[in-house]
């Protein structure tokens, strides 16, 4: 029998991109991984073509079938048109370019383009702690924080492309600037560049501070992830950080319940990692904010991703966009 | 020529049912409106039945037929059975009653029941400033504060209901308690009994302050609208609230703006004529908060809303689930 058709998956990072066949399934059949910026600054989009052309290559050989090609990128796109907008972290070559239609000239399949965060949640929804719901907002916490938002079986994806820019709510409306311009967002508390600098604010002229000699006295070397290790290690100035981080998800937590009463929450990224081992913390803030009768009926969790779980959302994200053509 | 079928709206308010027929372009041919409370307490339900009767009937003479009843509670709904949840803000006697089923039988028509922010938001959406938008806010500003949204052509309604309470997003995570529970909610700032509260709790002692004596001394006589006028007056007291209550609601808008990225924002209910002044100083608080360019995409308004608003929101419940259920 001649193995089903299967997607082909892309995660275009600022390091690294990430490439695969999925199936409809989920699971990933084959994997590739290629420095985005192997052939030097500027060069990205000409390594993304390849991989691709080498995993279907792969594919073929396999006696695959792919049916469809999906692309996660880091910025914002015009799903419409498969325009990506700007700013691209890490990637600049890619804002502007028509990526959709592109690849599709160049590989004659179907090809959508949308957000990263927008992909991993279409993932998640499809694959993983999401699936069978009919409302999950996935909460991606790294460097900076971004959420999908699939509601009534929609992903959300705003006028402008900017649904889900959930990392900069305003938690405290007096509060103090955030790296976006506004004040007082999520990002200040808790992001990884927020919690990284506010420990590098607060350490400036304080030789003595563990979390500067644990940086070996360079504030810039201070990482959030090590704001949490000092935490944990019991360190007063990297708790009291930590645990406005966690009272500040909470919030988080809250509006997104109290606002949305989606049926799952999950929280993931490169600091969810850290976050995971406060998970109960984090809902006991959540319960300070949210109405009872809503957060009683919303599951979250906090989980760390992987390379995988990306390439999954790819996948996700070309399912879904077929489906959704078909009831149209 | 027989006149076209009409739709037979319902809003079940705390004081009064406003009941009519409207066309399914959102024209309201037929009002009226009898007091909840007319035969007592504990008695609302058959003052809502003798009044959709009674529409029926004339409805009828003018020769219409009617397609659907819509009614909007005030309290949450599961729409998927047509029963009303609690608390039901002044009318108790409706917590628990399958109201969809009951109506369907006396009156052998299709009945759809929902909150009646939802439903006033289906009528913004349809009929109103959100006409053609594929996304809407609508933030009703009372006595309390609610939300209805319409997100990628669909009403938000959550997993229990909840979609849309906005009124509890902590815009101050470590602010003070809200009646809801909570901390920090945005009713705490903008919403009538939150305004209302923090100026009783700020004239307290002060016998001489403006606010108590323009309320003949009694803290509890004092109002959100009175600290409006006195706040337009160029009381201080009354200035701060209202200034707070400005930055409050901007950074909501904010939250609206960077989290969802609708199309068309509107600010109703009975606080909003009292805003509506205001307008060009929330949205300068708004701009603080939100990203520029999701702003840029998003129409805000702020109107005051009347019972003929509410009605037509009844009529647009009928068609969006109508809609629903043809197109699945």
New interface residues.
Partial sequence: MKPGPLLLAVDVGGTTIAAGAVTAEGEVVLEERVPTHRDGPGHALGVLEETIAHVRLAADRLDHTISGIGVGVPGPVDTKTGRVGEPVTHVPELSGVALAARLHERFGLPVFVDNDVNALALGEWRFGLGRGA??MVMLAVGTGIG?G?V????????????????G???????GPRCF??????LSVYASGRGLAEAAQARVAGHVEAPLLQAADGDPMAITAALVFRLAAAGDALAQSLVAEAC??M??ML??I???????VVVVTGGVAASLAPLETRILRAAA???????L???RVTIVPGDKRTTMRGAAALVLYEMDSRATR
């Fill in positions: 009919d409302s959420a938002l509601l009534d079986g929609r992903l959300i994806r705003g006028a402008s492309g900017f649904g889900g820019e959930l900069h709510t305003p938690i405290r409306f007096d976006c311009g506004g004040r007082g967002c009272q500040a909470g919030a809250a509006t319940v109290n606002g949305l009463n989606p049926e300070e904010y949210a109405l009872p009768q809503a009683a009926r919303t």
